[in-house]
């Protein structure tokens, strides 16, 4: 696997992808803001890495954040979110996009297996489509309850 360098353009990541495809590795997406980086996205990164042999992450710029979540988002940048995904141990790589759903970059990385959080039912899930077509699987995982971005702002404004 790739060396802990942060994020990969995905032109380059997409060259990796064709890699695992010959080596019939199969490969993981999932993808979100991972704003502040809590126990449930240790544990989702986690049971999502063990689903197949390599986890890509893709992370919403830092534009696509605000318009999902609000002025104020993200707290912490790209950058720096994308580093800090790439040192765990479940992440193999980490890409980016700046659209409100992963849709496109789903469409171009094609993965085998596709996994969201347990807010998404399986129906909702972007890409889902794609993934299926292609003779992959989704998954919604279950959350650690009580484990939010979120929720550790409002803890945060309560001090």
């Known amino acids: 696997m790739q060396s802990r360098i942060g994020l990969l353009e995905l032109d380059e990541f997409l060259k990796i ?12 997406f999932t993808n979100g803001c991972f704003d502040i980086i809590h126990r ?32 104020g988002r993200p707290v912490v940048s790209l950058i720096d979110r994308a580093f800090v995904l790439s040192n765990f ?3 193999d790589f980490v890409i980016s996009f700046n659209e409100e759903t992963p849709f496109e970059i789903i469409s171009k990385v ?4 596709l996994v969201k959080g347990g807010d998404w039912k399986i129906d909702q899930i972007v ?16 959350y650690v309850d009580n484990y939010s971005t979120s929720s550790i702002l409002e803890k945060i404004k309560r001090l």
């Open 17 to 28: 992808r064709g890699s695992l495809r010959q080596e019939n590795k199969k490969l993981v």
């Open 40 to 71: 449930g996205h240790v544990d989702y990164l986690t049971r999502a890495k063990e689903l197949g042999d390599a986890l890509v992450v893709a992370l919403n710029s830092d534009s696509s954040v605000r318009k999902l979540k609000g002025q």
């Open 89 to 91: 141990k479940c992440v």
């Open 110 to 113: 094609v993965p085998d297996i």
């Open 127 to 142: 890409g889902r489509d794609i993934v299926e077509n292609n003779g992959g699987k989704v998954y919604s995982l279950k």
